[in-house]
């Protein structure tokens, strides 16, 4: 009701730039990666600046006016010497994926599709409205073939009001330690949410939309975790001595990006353990859509148990990494978490 405009928005934008997305991660070529300028390592493709440029674009037409976004990439690389064929290639994209919907009836240049990636500089914030977006969330994933998600949510007054995930390669059914990635299984879901209404999963296409409820499981030995595909993202160790201490019985379950809240609002596992290393700053546009998605049964801290806060900017002020879980659940695994970390923190004989 509140945000219902908003939401049909996001929809349409996320399900755009997921097919986009879809179309390069198919003919993927090594040309199409660059790593980011020395700040880091992690890779950008042209899917992920594709998807940040049609995204904003398709919010600002429904939103002409007042308009803040909040994205993870910008135009600097693209703008050096030498970008000149990349950027012909993300306006190409961009224009086939906005003539193949119909809506718009305009063509972008190059110059158009920078300003709409750089459009995404806003820096959020507690007052007012921002949209916040992450182009392709799990680039890492997007290249090896495997799961990635175009994450895009809505702040207001520093709050979560709407998410939306659309998860190209997700299977239609639940996934499981034995199947992670089914290959034989149809693929392609987008679950979206707003604040007090519930989580619903749809087909990419729009179709056959079902309610999702997080797992009630209680014992944690009937449940199973997700967890980082990228040992670098989250400390596997830390991981598996919680759910040790737990008494989870279950592998875990290794996946790339918000993917994981995706999967875990549908029940197909009960916790996420999220623990980056020393030094690493969690960034909204990594956990804004995927916290409200699972918030239908699910309960995501820090961990010291503190809800994450969105209004302090594109960064979140956190403890030590994030936790998810069901209500029941939560209380056990936040002592497990506990327990670990300061075993952990005990020097060593
Ligand atoms: N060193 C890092 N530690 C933790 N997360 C990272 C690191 N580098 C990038 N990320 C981001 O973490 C998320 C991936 O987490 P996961 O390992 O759960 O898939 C992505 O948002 C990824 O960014 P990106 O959006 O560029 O892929
Ligand atoms: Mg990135
Ligand atoms: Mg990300
Ligand atoms: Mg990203």
New binding site residues.
């Given amino acids: 009701m509140a945000y219902d405009k908003e939401l049909a928005a996001a929809i349409k934008a996320a399900s755009l730039a997921a097919r986009l997305c879809r179309k390069v991660q198919k003919a993927l070529l090594q040309s199409d990666v660059r790593s980011k300028h020395g700040r ?1 390592k ?1 890779p950008v493709t042209v899917a992920d600046y594709g998807s940040q440029a049609l995204v904003s674009f398709v919010l600002q037409q429904e939103f002409p006016g007042e308009f803040s976004l909040v994205a ?1 990439e910008d135009s600097i690389d693209l703008r050096k010497d030498g970008g000149g064929e990349i950027v012909e290639r993300i306006t190409k994209l961009v224009n086939e994926s906005l003539t193949s919907d119909g809506s718009y009836g305009v063509s972008l240049s190059s110059e158009d599709v920078l300003k709409a990636i750089d459009s995404g500089k806003s820096e959020g914030g507690s007052q007012g409205r921002h949209w916040v977006l ?1 182009p ?6 997007f290249v090896r073939g495997d799961q990635y998600a175009v994450a895009l949510a809505l702040l207001d007054r520093g709050n979560v009001v709407l998410g939306v995930l659309a998860c190209p390669n997700l299977p239609l059914t639940s996934i499981s330690v034995a199947h992670p990635h089914s290959p034989n299984n149809e693929v392609g879901c987008l679950f979206f949410a707003e604040v007090g209404r519930g989580t619903y999963m749809q087909l990419l296409d729009g179709s056959s939309t079902v309610k999702v409820q997080v797992s009630a499981v209680e014992n944690p030995e009937e449940a199973s975790f997700f967890e ?3 040992s ?3 400390m596997h160790d830390l991981s598996s001595l919680i759910a040790q201490k737990l008494g989870v019985k279950a592998a875990p379950i290794r996946m ?2 918000q993917v ?1 809240y995706g999967a875990l609002s549908r029940g197909d596992g009960a916790i996420y353990l ?1 623990f ?2 020393n030094g ?1 700053r969690e960034k909204i546009w ?1 956990h804004a859509a995927g916290s409200i998605v699972v918030t239908a049964g699910g309960v995501v801290t820090d961990a010291a148990g503190k809800q994450l806060d969105f209004s302090k900017g594109k960064y979140l002020d956190l403890d030590t990494g994030i936790i998810v879980s069901n209500q029941k659940l939560m209380p056990l695994l936040f002592d497990a978490v506990r327990a670990s970390l300061a075993e952990k923190a005990k020097p060593q004989p």
């Fill in positions: 880091n992690s993870e992450d392709i969330d799990g680039t890492k994933g980082s595909y990228e670098a993202h989250s790339d990006s994981k999220r980056p290393r690493y990594d």
